[in-house]
């Protein structure tokens, strides 16, 4: 069994530009969920996709959007890249259906590290 | 907001002694998460506790869940070096997480 794989693991970025994050979820999880961890910070909540469609938003901009495919891998696109978007970022993968009591715990990749300069 | 809020923010102990945090919540749950998190990496989780559930062991961890009073606590008994690392709690599906608890055990 595989576990979550994010890549890349780190990318530098000028400010303005635009990147595309990438996860592989777990084998046989259908949900994935993206964060964004500032240095110091919790992870915030970007948004979750359940079978293809987005099932949940947090408080990012419309810049922040995202994709799962029908193997259940999933992109974080970023547009107009800002100083503050360099953070650590998240994907985690489940099996269940969101909002009726999942009972199982999330799968972390170990995350992409975006700089902004 | 089913975001979970860790306590303390910060708990510095010497090895094999025990270390308790805790978190509150605001809303009902189906279920609670602890997760712990190595220093820029992912997170990794440590354990489920049920809404009907009020204790939970998993090796040398344990956790309550008083959902009268919505919190959780989870206890590390016997804490090493290794258990350094940041500790946090989510609920429900969407699993929000708050600031955590930065723990540092010494040798």
């Known amino acids: 069994e595989t576990g979550v794989t994010q890549s890349p693991t780190h990318l530098i970025k000028t400010r303005g530009q635009q990147v595309t994050l990438r996860c592989s979820s777990q084998?046989?999880?259908?949900?994935v969920s993206w964060y964004q961890q500032a240095l110091g910070q919790g992870p915030q909540f970007i948004f979750q996709?359940?079978?293809?469609?987005?099932?949940g938003r947090g408080n990012f901009p419309p810049r922040f959007s995202g994709l799962q495919f029908p193997n259940y891998s999933s992109e974080l696109n970023v547009n107009a890249l800002e100083l503050d978007d360099s953070a650590l970022y998240l994907c985690?993968?489940?099996?269940?259906?969101?909002?009726?009591?999942?009972?199982?715990?999330?799968?972390f990749g170990s995350g992409t590290r975006l700089t902004v300069v | 907001s089913q975001q979970g809020e860790e306590d303390p923010q910060a708990l510095s102990i010497q090895e094999g002694e025990n270390a308790t945090m805790n978190c509150s919540y605001k809303?009902?749950?189906?279920?609670l998460q602890w997760y712990r998190q190595n220093s820029g990496r992912g997170l990794v989780h440590l354990i489920l506790?049920?809404?009907?559930?009020r204790e939970k062991h998993s090796g040398r961890l344990r956790v309550t869940l008083d959902t009268s009073k919505k919190s959780s606590s989870l206890l590390i008994t016997a804490s090493r070096a290794a258990d350094t690392a940041s500790y946090f709690c989510?609920?429900?599906?969407?699993?929000?997480f708050g600031a955590g608890t930065r723990l540092t055990v010494k040798p």
């Open positions: 989510a609920t429900d599906a969407r699993v929000r």
């Open positions: 985690a993968s489940s099996l269940g259906i969101p909002g009726q009591g999942m009972d199982y715990g999330y799968t």
């Open positions: 996709y359940y079978r293809e469609e987005e099932n």
């Open positions: 809303t009902s749950i189906n279920n």
């Open positions: 506790i049920r809404s009907n559930e």
């Open positions: 084998s046989g999880h259908n949900t």
